[in-house]
């Protein structure tokens, strides 16, 4: 017993000490003030009201109470309004309380019908007041209501109150008194934990303000060395914009001279110039240096670094207008730019004079992508971008600047520094195949084959590709998806470990990398057609030797595309031509070679195996990289169709149909033309419930739905009626046959 009492005082008092803290802080105590001021505006009107209405009936008890209210309600208006004191506001309603309602009670004022009032006290003085005096006043009006109404007290107030009305009250009371004081209990301490809460979270705004502020200071104090630094470490993300942010400092300035622009103005602009890309620490290394076109996705990343450099650069009160230009750099005169789409002048002049100097220095050097652009070409790009892409009287301006030859002290120092790196690269190139090939970059390699990875390996080979003539080919590692869902995962790290090891023994004069899945490239150095051709069907004969001592990778084997490339060549238009040699060999069953043709013209000298390729859509799974989406969604719909043959004996036609030459060479964009020409026939023939697609170069594969093989004669002559109407050629013949049903 002692041990529950001793438990029930240190709750008592670890709950009084929580009440005794105040919940009414900053926003809660200017809206709790509003709300007092509020309650003794209603407490003195009501207060009027009442004298107004015991004037006349002569209640001098009643009459001295509405007094009271009326005296007790502008006091509090006072304080809460002109002292701004809540503490003394708070004391006012307690004390007129306190007496009142106990004069009440003692009285039986109002013919016994005052005291009911007090039921808003517990509820009024815990919300409005403070829950801590609140309980006080309640526990006060519960002891003295069983006092008055439960003991032998309550003969004296028999005149007042009923005998049923004194039993009930003071219990109704007491329960009314319990049930609020824990509920505001309750919701004090709520209070407190958001207040806490609340205090955390400014205090660690104000901690890290405080970090901001002291970086702010330290960014304000960087000299012109720090600049040059931090733009050389912009530059150093991509090799090929070496030096970009110095040299477009350089032109904006000249431009700038040209303009009379006074020197502090000039100052600001080249150290804004220098910071113009600032954004680009943000932009991943990939996208920076990636050789193909980029994703619409990757774009925007791209364009991110303009509001990037935006805010890292906000507020530097030593670079002025350097969050300007690193934000509009990239505006358009026309307004078709980004970020915010600005026009003409409502672009900064420094943004718009950057926007000159970056494009000119962008064209004027090599990218992973393509070599320098010609004089020409970079003066007829400013000329034709007046009013467009430029400011025209800046653009003017600007290539007046170099026909006089006043930016060739800029250009022929970037010219030297170019022919410099390039006879730097033509001597080190061996050493670094040697060195990739040795492994010595692990940060560079793919883990789980031994090759380079896409980031490092394509630059690598756009690198070699701009210094020696070669061939390039793409391979594809078929079947991994199956490998996987069959065998597990790590049989397709096998697969693909197995790929790697064949392509890195390729010598000396190879580069080898993984792009990503299931598929490889492979570039060869000073080879000719036929050695490369040689290489390849050895690396695909070596994987199948290899691969027979694992059954688990039977069904694994590797497809090539390839093309033959030359100095003149970027590495994205021959990607594209060796993705395309790939397609070809995918469509005729896998595990194969096809070199790209240079001349656009493909010789045919035997038809595709449509069984083997119909064998392909039911076995293999989907594809990465030799059927587009369309066609693994065909493949899917296949599988699904036939399940509801199986299962309702539902249905259905697979049928090809195929475009045959009528020679045995034709262009490929007369074949496409044609094959255009029969797509719009099936469209328009085949019922919405069906589903078609383009398998290959010359094939469709389309599936009837619910047709009986008597049916489709009559659809494939509509279709051939439709090709032969657009056509209007007789170059290539349609053909059809059902292949599976």
């Known amino acids: 017993m002692k041990k529950f009492l001793s438990s029930i005082s240190a709750s008592w008092k670890e709950l009084w000490q929580t009440l005794d803290r105040s919940i009414y802080t900053g926003d809660r105590l200017k809206a709790n003030m509003r709300a007092l001021a509020f309650a003794s505006y209603v407490t003195a009107a009501l207060g009027a009201v009442l004298i107004f209405l015991n004037i006349p009936v002569v209640h001098v008890d009643m009459l001295l109470a509405s007094i ?290 970056d494009a000119f220095d962008a064209m004027n050097s090599d990218r992973i992508y393509r070599t320098a652009c010609s004089d020409g070409y970079i003066r007829q790009e400013l000329v034709n971008g007046r009013g467009k892409q430029f400011d025209p009287r800046f653009a003017e301006m600007f290539v007046d600047l170099w026909d006089r030859g006043l930016l060739k002290p800029v250009t022929e120092e970037h010219r030297s520094d170019r022919d410099a790196e390039m006879e730097t690269s033509s001597a080190l190139l061996q050493e670094v195949m040697e060195s990739f090939v040795n492994q010595n970059s692990v940060r560079n390699i793919d883990i789980t084959t031994g090759v380079l990875n896409r980031t490092a390996g394509e630059a690598a080979v756009a690198n070699a590709m701009r210094e020696n003539s070669g061939c390039l080919v793409f391979f594809d590692l078929d079947n991994l998806k199956k490998i996987n869902d069959i065998s597990g995962h790590a049989a397709g790290d096998k697969a693909l470990k197995l790929a790697g090891d064949m392509l890195r023994e390729c010598g000396e004069n190879s580069l080898s990398c993984r792009l990503g899945g299931d598929e490889f490239i492979l570039w060869l150095r000073d080879v000719s057609r036929e050695d490369a051709e040689s290489v390849v069907r050895k690396v695909i004969s070596r994987f199948e030797e290899e691969k027979a001592a694992a059954p688990e990778l039977a069904v694994a084997s590797l497809s090539a595309g390839a093309v033959m490339t030359d100095p003149a060549d970027s590495y994205p238009v021959a990607f594209g031509k060796a993705d395309k040699a790939l397609y070809h060999v995918k469509q005729s069953g896998k595990n194969g070679c096809c070199f790209y043709s240079a001349d656009s013209l493909l010789n045919r000298s035997k038809p595709l195996d449509a069984d083997k390729m119909v064998s392909g859509i039911r076995n293999s799974g989907s594809y990465n990289g030799a059927l587009d989406v369309d066609s693994r969604q065909f493949a899917k719909l296949y599988e699904y169709i036939v399940n509801l043959e199986k299962r309702f004996d539902h249905p259905f036609e697979l049928v090809l149909i195929e475009l045959n030459a009528s020679g045995e060479n034709y262009l490929t964009d007369q074949l496409e033309k044609a094959m255009n020409y029969l797509e719009q026939s099936i469209r328009q023939t085949i019922r919405n419930v069906d589903v078609m697609t383009r398998y290959s170069e010359q094939q469709f594969l389309i599936i009837l739905v619910g047709a009986e093989p008597d049916n489709v004669k009559t659809i494939i002559d509509r279709i051939f009626r439709g090709y032969y109407m657009m056509s209007g050629s007789g170059a290539f013949s349609p053909a059809w046959r059902i292949i599976a049903g």
Request: glycine content about 6%; aromatic content about 10%.
């Open 68 to 357: 009271a209210t009326l005296v007790a309600g502008l006091g509090c208006a006072y304080c809460v309004n002109v002292l701004k004191n809540r503490e003394l506001a708070i004391k006012i309603p307690t004390l007129f309380c306190m007496v009142m309602f106990t004069f009440y009670a003692l009285t039986g004022a109002g013919e016994g019908t005052a005291i009911l009032w007090s039921l808003m006290l517990p509820i009024g003085m815990c919300y409005f007041v403070s829950v801590k005096y609140g309980i006080i006043l309640s526990a006060y009006y519960s002891v003295l209501y069983s006092i008055l109404f439960l003991t032998p007290l309550r003969q004296h107030f028999t005149m007042y109150y009923s005998e049923q009305f004194m039993a009930r009250f003071s219990l109704l009371y007491t329960a009314l008194s319990l049930f609020t004081g824990m509920a505001m209990a309750q919701y004090h301490r709520k209070s407190l934990l958001e207040i806490d809460y609340t205090d955390q979270l400014n205090q660690e705004v104000a901690r890290q303000t405080a970090v901001a502020e002291e970086r702010s200071r330290r960014i304000e104090q960087m000299s012109l060395q720090t600049i040059q630094t931090l733009a050389n470490a912009i530059d150093a993300k991509d090799p090929y914009t070496k030096s970009h942010s110095t040299r477009v400092s350089r032109y904006a300035v000249l431009l700038a001279e040209s303009l009379g622009w006074d020197a502090e103005r000039i100052s600001d602009l080249r150290f804004a110039a220098m910071l113009h890309d600032i954004g680009k620490i943000g932009v991943p290394d990939a996208i920076l240096s990636k050789p193909q076109a980029l994703t619409d996705v990757e774009y925007d990343i791209i364009k991110s670094h303009t509001t990037m450099g935006a805010e890292i650069l906000r507020e530097k009160i030593m670079i002025r207008t350097a969050e300007e230009v690193a934000r509009s750099h990239h505006e358009r005169y026309d307004g078709k730019g980004y970020p915010d789409g600005l026009r003409g002048e409502e672009i900064p002049e420094e943004a718009r004079i950057v926007a000159i100097a």
